[in-house]
């Protein structure tokens, strides 16, 4: 997927001045995963130096071996999720492959710039001050939209009635704007030469006015709103505190420690663990580290609730064991796996990250119980047909959804072998694991005749 430039870009000319630049996230992330590869330069057959170049990479790393960084994380068994505090890791594993999410964010760990931001100790804007400005803007701009709307209407039945009193024909309406799709500098603009010319002269902008309704009878309030907004925040700013609040502040400002910390979920921690080998993780009521084959079991015994005891027999189709099979399966691709939870699927699969673009895949994780051992007594096939129940009603909800967020819907099927011998050997165990992946699309009969 092509990327845009994420270089500063000009905001539209007019009222709102240029837009603030963007970090270089092509820099920040340039890494996908935190993990130190050597790079070895290309092998050119017709340049004898090339394989010079390539011997000298070769014997630097013999001589000066990268050291990998191995990032520390514990796990909590009261709410069965794992937790990273060290804020070096969180940075790490964010920037390089986009593990977990910030408990007091709504996904990058950024608590803390908002707080400074907030106490005017930090310049620039966070993600989140962004959506919240964009979602501010879609909404001035619904209600721009519709006051301008009734104002084409109200324009339109004062011209019928005044050629209805003359007896001339009205000619049809050019361009109209009772359809016209409004963008953000327009709806502004409009409400720019508006607030211009209600304004009383002694500048008394908290009048209240009647609020406009549009053709289907809905009373919008908008301008006295967005007026009330302006006030407020003017006022704000103009606020005086004393001194010894002031002081109070900066001492304040001055021991402000972050309070937040990144919270991975089980799969992405046994990614870390066992097939990167860059995270330890400890168990918090013994503070002593879980070595992974021992984190694997524990980890199953945690998916469900209440939790298993550590004696208890894994399945084969365990939550946990489906869903990092799937989750070790996409981000071996090379697919940045998110949660799917919000649009109502298990995972998400980025291209290259949230920050560059949004989720082109919605995943949904489905057992399949293929395997002769699962049809040999009734038992088993009331087992495996009870657990394989959808219907097409769940089908269609899920899909619909994923159409409106224009998300493409793939169906994973994950093939449960029968039960084994409990065995140490993490890698045998998943081998035994097969998928399946079907690409499904909303049919629209506009669209697909002939």
């Given at each position: 997927?092509?990327?845009?430039?994420?270089?500063?870009?000009?905001?539209?000319?007019?009222?709102?001045?240029?837009?603030?630049?963007?970090?270089?996230?092509?820099?920040?992330?340039?890494?996908?995963?935190?993990?130190?590869?050597?790079?070895?330069?290309?092998?050119?057959?017709?340049?004898?130096?090339?394989?010079?170049?390539?011997?000298?990479?070769?014997?630097?790393?013999?001589?000066?071996p990268p050291r990998q960084e191995v990032y520390s994380a514990y796990f909590d068994s009261a709410t069965s999720?794992?937790?990273?505090?060290?804020?070096?890791?969180?940075?790490?594993?964010?920037?390089?492959?986009?593990?977990?999410?910030?408990?007091?964010?709504?996904?990058?760990?950024?608590?803390?710039?908002?707080?400074?931001?907030?106490?005017?100790?930090?310049?620039?804007?966070?993600?989140?001050?962004?959506?919240?400005?964009?979602?501010?803007?879609?909404?001035?701009?619904?209600?721009?939209?519709?006051?301008?709307?009734?104002?084409?209407?109200?324009?339109?039945?004062?011209?019928?009635?005044?050629?209805?009193?003359?007896?001339?024909?009205?000619?049809?309406?050019?361009?109209?704007?009772?359809?016209?799709?409004?963008?953000?500098?327009?709806?502004?603009?409009?409400?720019?030469?508006?607030?211009?010319?209600?304004?009383?002269?002694?500048?008394?902008?908290?009048?209240?006015?009647?609020?406009?309704?549009?053709?289907?009878?809905?009373?919008?309030?908008?301008?006295?709103?967005?007026?009330?907004?302006?006030?407020?925040?003017?006022?704000?700013?103009?606020?005086?505190?004393?001194?010894?609040?002031?002081?109070?502040?900066?001492?304040?400002?001055?021991?402000?420690?972050?309070?937040?910390?990144?919270?991975?979920?089980?799969?992405?921690?046994?990614?870390?663990?066992?097939?990167?080998?860059?995270?330890?993780?400890?168990?918090?009521?013994?503070?002593?580290?879980?070595?992974?084959?021992?984190?694997?079991?524990?980890?199953?015994?945690?998916?469900?609730?209440?939790?298993?005891?550590?004696?208890?027999e894994l399945k084969p189709d365990d939550p946990f064991a489906m869903s990092y099979v799937v989750y070790h399966?996409?981000?071996?691709?090379?697919?940045?796996?998110?949660?799917?939870?919000?649009?109502?699927?298990?995972?998400?699969?980025?291209?290259?990250?949230?920050?560059?673009?949004?989720?082109?895949?919605?995943?949904?994780?489905?057992?399949?119980?293929?395997?002769?051992?699962?049809?040999?007594?009734?038992?088993?096939?009331?087992?495996?047909?009870?657990?394989?129940?959808?219907?097409?009603?769940?089908?269609?909800?899920?899909?619909?959804?994923?159409?409106?967020?224009?998300?493409?819907?793939?169906?994973?099927?994950?093939?449960?072998?029968?039960?084994?011998?409990?065995?140490?050997?993490?890698?045998?165990?998943?081998?035994?694991?097969?998928?399946?992946?079907?690409?499904?699309?909303?049919?629209?009969?506009?669209?697909?005749?002939?």
């Open positions: 997927m092509e990327t845009s430039s994420l270089q500063p870009k000009a905001g539209p000319r007019g009222k709102r001045g240029a837009r603030p630049g963007r970090p270089n996230y092509r820099h920040i992330h340039r890494h996908p995963l935190p993990v130190n590869v050597l790079s070895v330069p290309p092998v050119i057959p017709h340049n004898p130096l090339s394989i010079i170049s390539v011997a000298l990479s070769y014997l630097t790393f013999l001589i000066s999720s794992i937790h990273v505090t060290d804020e070096r890791a969180i940075k790490a594993l964010w920037e390089m492959g986009f593990f977990g999410k910030g408990t007091l964010s709504r996904s990058e760990p950024s608590w803390l710039e908002r707080e400074k931001k907030r106490r005017g100790l930090l310049g620039g804007s966070t993600s989140e001050e962004a959506t919240r400005k964009r979602r501010t803007e879609r909404r001035e701009l619904k209600l721009e939209r519709a006051r301008v709307e009734k104002v084409a209407i109200e324009e339109r039945l004062k011209a019928e009635a005044a050629a209805k009193e003359s007896g001339d024909v009205l000619p049809a309406a050019e361009g109209s704007t009772i359809g016209e799709k409004f963008s953000v500098k327009k709806a502004m603009e409009a409400r720019y030469r508006q607030s211009r010319s209600q304004t009383p002269m002694n500048g008394d902008v908290s009048a209240p006015t009647e609020p406009p309704v549009t053709p289907n009878g809905k009373s919008v309030r908008f301008s006295h709103v967005v007026q009330e907004k302006e006030v407020v925040s003017s006022s704000a700013a103009s606020l005086q505190l004393p001194d010894s609040v002031l002081d109070e502040d900066e001492a304040e400002d001055a021991v402000l420690e972050n309070e937040e910390h990144l919270q991975i979920s089980n799969e992405e921690a046994f990614f870390l663990a066992y097939s990167l080998g860059v995270l330890q993780v400890y168990d918090r009521e013994e503070n002593k580290v879980i070595p992974t084959s021992s984190l694997f079991p524990l980890l199953c015994n945690h998916s469900q609730f209440p939790p298993r005891t550590a004696t208890a399966h996409f981000r071996s691709l090379g697919w940045v796996v998110r949660s799917g939870v919000k649009f109502g699927t298990d995972y998400l699969l980025y291209n290259r990250g949230p920050v560059f673009s949004h989720a082109e895949f919605a995943v949904i994780i489905l057992p399949s119980y293929s395997h002769s051992y699962w049809s040999e007594t009734e038992e088993r096939r009331e087992y495996t047909t009870a657990q394989q129940a959808r219907s097409w009603w769940w089908l269609h909800c899920v899909n619909r959804v994923q159409a409106q967020v224009k998300k493409s819907l793939v169906l994973c099927y994950v093939e449960v072998p029968p039960p084994a011998a409990s065995s140490d050997d993490i890698g045998a165990l998943i081998s035994r694991y097969k998928i399946r992946e079907f690409l499904l699309r909303r049919w629209i009969p506009n669209r697909s005749r002939d």
